[in-house]
């Protein structure tokens, strides 16, 4: 069983399968690839770190865990244990899809089978099709299209055998390495900044994946309706980095959720993780170039003045205290609250006039839960080019979505208030300790680094450009 997003023993298809095909006996794998690890920052690596420990746990100290590339790793790994067929849950992402088809071939060289068994979402990304036959492009229609075909119950854990490898070095020293961070590939500017450990990040493995949804389910799913946009309160499930690394399958988390207004809110919200899955598999160029065509006419600032403006930004200090309570959430945990996401990227967007990507990076690097789908997809939503984007001309105004989410103030108090002096747990890091002397919920005293109104109005001009610019191309 090779796992790779599916890092959980329960509801787990692919090692139902495995146990099939090995009637019984199992040699679970995860195989470091750096070509998916190297460019991830680390609070993800540190989770993924803890999570196949507590995995290793769980399969009783039998984890194979190797470095390399899959393609030569895999096959020698199966030809060491004596295995006929190597399972896996399907990688739907760009370089996923590529990898299996590498690693099915030189395991068919060897005269070995990959099979593939399940998938980390509700339905399998590119299962859904419109009535023409493509891939949705709009969320309400795909939902209706998902909660139709429907999902199977969870499976119970499979009746195995779990064995290692028997050259197999202690994953300790493997893991050590997963979590110290590397930098490859950032901007060079970015040295500096603050990249991370972040101080709090949620306990790592399925087992506290498990906690975690019985604890929302108990405290917080009857209200998720109603508070899951208010920044106040703990009103969200916070299952995001289980369920990227596949801790938990979204099909648990619906099952445990059962029925009711809670749930039909939550089902709602794990199928746009679906969404953008599918809109990534039918088009992956969308992870890296607008999917609207006027968004490749829209003109962003990338000069000294707009490097200033993003470290502002990235550093919490753009003198809006929503904008900045969520970056500085970013870097504490490692997640912010989807309502912070969405305000704090509009702002780097539409305020800055800097491109998604560079922002989306900065989120990929930090997020725990970074996924290249919904994090992508998310951004493309604010910049008004993704697939069933928001218009263009609806732009975050900061300091009316504090008012109206954070009305209590309690949320920039976290994470910009003055108590913060006093608090422990910080970073360390001089570049993200507490901003001094800031006061809570009332106009921010602090200087703003842009004026919303002016940039709201540039944005404007901006967006009605591009697209004039992709009329005019398109004759
Ligand atoms: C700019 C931007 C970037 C984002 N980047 C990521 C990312 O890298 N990884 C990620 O998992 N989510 C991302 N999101 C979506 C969303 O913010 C997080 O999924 C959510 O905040 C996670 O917290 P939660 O588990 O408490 O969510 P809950 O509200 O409890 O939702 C339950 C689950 O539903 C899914 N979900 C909820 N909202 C969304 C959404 N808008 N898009 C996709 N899935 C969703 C997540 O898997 C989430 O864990 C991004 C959103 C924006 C606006």
């Known amino acids: 069983m090779w796992f790779r997003r599916d890092l959980r023993l329960d509801d787990n298809p692919a090692l139902h399968e495995a146990a099939r095909a090995g009637s019984g006996r199992v040699v679970p794998l995860f195989v470091l690839d750096p070509k998916v690890y190297g460019p991830v920052g680390p609070n993800r690596r540190s989770f993924l770190a803890g999570t196949l420990a507590a995995l290793d746990r769980e399969l009783g100290g039998t984890l194979v865990v190797r470095r390399g590339s899959p393609a030569t790793v895999v096959p020698a790994v199966a030809r060491e244990v004596g295995a006929s067929t190597v399972v896996v849950t399907r990688g739907s992402g760009p370089y996923g899809a590529r990898r299996d088809t590498w690693v099915g071939e030189a395991l068919a060289g060897d005269g070995l089978q990959l099979v593939v068994a399940g998938s980390p979402y509700l339905v399998t990304p590119g299962t859904l099709r419109t009535s023409t036959g ?84 108990r405290a917080g799913l009857d209200s998720y309706a109603e508070r899951r946009d208010d920044l106040g309160v703990e009103g969200t499930s916070r299952l995001s980095a289980y369920l990227h690394f596949g801790c938990l399958h979204p099909r648990t988390v619906l099952a445990r959720a059962g029925t009711g207004r809670g749930a039909d809110r939550l089902r709602s919200e794990l199928a746009w993780r679906d969404f953008y899955a599918d809109v990534l598999w039918h088009r992956p160029q969308s992870a890296r170039e607008p999917l609207q065509a006027f968004g490749r006419h829209l ?68 997020l725990v839960d970074g996924d290249l789908a919904s994090n992508q997809h998310g951004w493309q939503w604010v910049a008004g080019t993704g697939t069933d984007a928001a218009p263009f001309h609806r732009i975050f105004n900061p300091e009316l979505q504090r008012q109206r989410f954070d009305p209590t103030g309690s949320y920039v108090a976290r994470y910009l208030g003055p108590e913060r002096e006093h608090r422990s747990g910080g970073t360390g890091d001089a570049q993200t300790a507490p901003l001094p002397g800031l006061a809570v919920a009332q106009a921010s005293p602090r200087p703003r680094l842009v004026d919303h109104a002016h940039e709201r109005a540039e944005a404007l001009a901006r967006f009605a450009a591009a697209r004039e610019r992709a009329r005019l191309s398109d004759r």
């Not at 809006?320 to 509009?346: F, I, K, P, T």
Request: proline content about 8%; aromatic content about 12%; cysteine-free.
């Open 299 to 366: 003109r962003w600032d990338e000069d000294g003045t707009a490097r200033e403006r993003f470290i502002a930004w990235a550093t919490a200090r753009t003198g809006y205290d929503l904008v900045d309570a969520a970056m500085r959430q970013l870097l504490e945990e490692g997640w912010a609250h989807n309502r912070a996401r969405m305000v704090a990227a509009s702002f780097l967007v539409k305020d800055l006039h800097i491109d998604w990507r560079l922002g989306a990076r900065w989120y990929m690097w930090h």
């Open 134 to 217: 493509g891939g949705f492009g709009v969320f309400s229609a795909f939902l209706r299209a998902l909660e139709r075909a429907g999902w199977p119950a969870p499976l119970p854990e499979p009746d195995a055998r779990y064995e290692g490898a028997p050259s197999d070095a202690r994953a300790e020293d493997l893991l050590a390495g997963v979590a110290s961070p590397g930098s490859a590939g950032l901007p060079e500017w970015w040295q500096g900044l603050p990249l991370g450990p972040a101080a709090r990040l949620p306990e790592p493995g399925p087992r506290a994946a498990r906690s975690a949804l019985e604890r929302f389910v």
